[in-house]
């Protein structure tokens, strides 16, 4: 985690985005200046060695966005669910990634070829279709797992997460960190807690401990690994 890749995860970080509970902005950051970053860099690291984690950081506001017509949007099931996360938690979970998940899902099962370039769920789709349909013609038993990837991200065990992670050669602090901040069914007090936000206010936080949490960086590169000790 160091000072170059903090300042290259930093300057390539899209603006425009909502800020999380603590209100910490990755915008007003880039403007304060090499010296105020510098001084931002090496708190976060210190906490990072020390597993210090923000209250903020283990919050996760949900908005209710309107989509466009025909969705009604007095139908919450119509509506579109998009996660405010801590910014500077984003910051450095960036950093982790572009370290270690990212040099991983390149080297993923080709089995996999809803999530290779070129390749979509039709193609997947096609080939089952086709397997399907040979064996029914040669009379043989098939089995086939089916996982709707609707549903998918919020069912993962985290535990089970870690491990899929370990055998692909992830590093144990790299491991612990998501669990530290979002937490697992084995202490659900330590979990992240979750409020819906509305015209009407916050709503009453609730406690999530499963899954891989939709808003965080890192949920797509966990899915893929976790999968790919399926396939």
Known sequence: MTWELFQE???TTTGGKSVGAGGFSI?????????????????????????????EWKTVLYALLA???????????????????????????????????????????????????????SDTGLIAAGTI???????????????DLATFFPRID??????????????????ELALLIYGTADDPDKAVEC??????????????WMGALMGCVLSPDKAKIFLNTII
């Open 9 to 11: 995860v930093l300057h």
């Open 27 to 55: 915008e007003l950051l880039k403007l304060s200046g090499e010296p105020a970053q510098l001084v931002f860099y090496t708190a976060l690291v210190s906490d990072l060695k020390g597993k210090v984690i923000a209250k």
């Open 67 to 121: 989509k466009k017509p025909p969705n009604n949007p007095d139908i919450v099931a119509q509506r579109r669910e998009i996660a405010l996360m801590a910014q500077e938690m984003k910051l450095l979970l960036q950093m982790v990634r572009r370290v270690s998940y990212q040099r991983i899902v390149g080297r993923v099962l080709q089995a996999q070829g809803g999530w290779l370039s070129g390749y979509g769920c």
């Open 133 to 147: 349909q040979q064996s029914a013609r040669l009379k043989q038993t098939l089995y086939l797992l089916y996982i």
């Open 158 to 175: 985290r535990k089970a997460l870690k491990i899929s992670e370990i055998l692909h050669g992830l590093p144990d602090e790299v491991c």
């Open 195 to 208: 409020h819906y936000d509305s015209a009407g206010g916050l709503g009453g936080g609730f406690k999530n």
